[in-house]
């Protein structure tokens, strides 16, 4: 899945651009960008141009055309995918370049300030540094990243189920639960008494215990989501290198027990798409993905069962939920990059 785009330089400071995946164009001058709810699905692109000249990085005008597969709003990380591609093709039609990681930070720089949303850095760092099945594990507190072959790409594939549910809540209740985890760094700061605790990351499970219970209830929760998803993290690294599909497959269902109970993230349509996957014995696991509330799940699953699966789900999905969803077969592909030099 991804968005592809035509780009053409322009000699003045304007941005033009077009969606085919969405009514209408926008023109932009690149001096005094700022977030215009007018500008509707552009503000995400124009974000990642607002990124560059914040940092100093003065580009051109350019003329663009965008054309998705990517559900917008689905939890699979279209604004993601547009942004790290508009940085891209910006740099590359004003013949600048700027060191690869830049890249993601600069883009979760345009998604915090210029959108609003206090995403973190994941999904830009996967679309400017994926590779073609291999997975990226990725310390969030210091950048460094190391990627992962996928041995079992021959074996296995994941499949996406869009609950095709969307709440507006996800943005302010995705604010409001990194507001709660940095709320648990001071407290646990202060009930430690250990001043280099400065993320979730470098609290320990023991120390975590023992002040667990002088927190208060949802801080507690939140936090203890996090600490035990770090662990699942580090032991899905070890699956992957030992190519342990099984134990692959239950750090994803724990790790959606753990979003929907103590992160509170989830919602019925999404465990109920989680259920109607884990129904088939194809299905090593399953987790909701993306910020909650609506949006999509993946399964892990026996690679030539896919299709069976999907019939399962589908049908199970539309039973419960009385909601027809969408579901998607992926393989893992390479981050965005240049397909063709030049057309005509
Ligand atoms: P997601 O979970 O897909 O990242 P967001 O709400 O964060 O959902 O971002 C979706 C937004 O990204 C869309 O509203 C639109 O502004 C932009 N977007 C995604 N795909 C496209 C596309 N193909 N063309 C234009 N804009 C897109
Ligand atoms: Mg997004």
Redesign the pocket.
């Known amino acids: 899945m991804s968005?592809l785009a035509a780009v053409s330089r322009r000699n003045d400071r304007l941005l033009h651009l077009k969606?085919l995946?969405?009514t209408g164009s926008v023109a932009a001058p690149l001096d005094g960008l700022e977030y215009d709810r007018g500008r509707?699905?552009?503000?995400?692109?124009l974000g990642a141009a607002w990124a560059l000249e914040k940092n100093g990085i003065a580009v051109c005008g350019a003329d663009i055309v965008?054309?998705?597969d990517?559900?917008?709003?689905?939890?699979?990380?279209?604004?993601?995918?547009?942004e790290v591609l508009m940085m891209k093709l910006l740099l590359a039609v004003s013949g600048r370049t700027i060191e690869k990681k830049e890249i993601p930070i600069l883009c979760r720089q345009a998604e915090n300030e210029f959108i609003g949303?206090k995403s973190g850095i994941m999904d830009q760092f996967i679309i400017t540094f994926g590779r073609e099945n291999h997975a990226l594990f990725l310390n969030c507190a210091n950048l460094e990243y190391r990627l992962i072959p996928f041995r079992n790409a021959d074996e296995a594939v994941v499949i996406v189920g869009d609950t095709n549910v969307k709440r507006e809540l996800a943005k302010s209740a995705y604010n409001q639960r990194v507001a709660e985890c940095a709320e648990g760094v001071r407290l646990l700061k202060e009930l430690t008494g250990k001043r280099d605790i400065t993320t979730l990351g470098s609290v320990d499970k023991e120390e975590f215990d023992a002040c667990r219970g002088k927190l208060p209830g949802p801080v507690g929760r939140r936090c203890g989501h996090v600490i035990s998803e770090n662990r699942r993290v580090l032991d899905a690294v070890d699956a992957l290198e030992r190519g342990h599909l099984p134990e692959l497959g239950r750090l994803l269902r724990e790790s959606h027990a753990s979003l929907r109970d103590l992160y509170e993230v989830s919602c019925g349509e999404l465990d109920c798409m989680v259920e109607a996957f884990l129904r088939s014995p194809a299905v090593y696991g399953a987790r909701m993905t993306?910020?909650g509330f609506g949006?999509s799940a993946i399964a892990l699953v026996k690679a030539d069962s896919g299709e069976e699966v999907i019939e399962r789900a589908r049908r199970t999905y539309k039973e419960k939920t009385g909601i027809d969803g969408s579901f998607h077969v992926c393989r893992i592909a390479d981050g965005a990059g240049k397909l063709t030099t030049q057309i005509a």
Do not use: D, M
């Not at 509707?40 to 692109?45: D, V």
């Open positions: 968005i969606s995946n969405f509707g699905w552009a503000n995400y692109p965008f054309q998705g990517i559900p917008p709003g689905s939890g699979l990380s279209s604004s993601a995918a547009i949303v993306g910020a949006g």
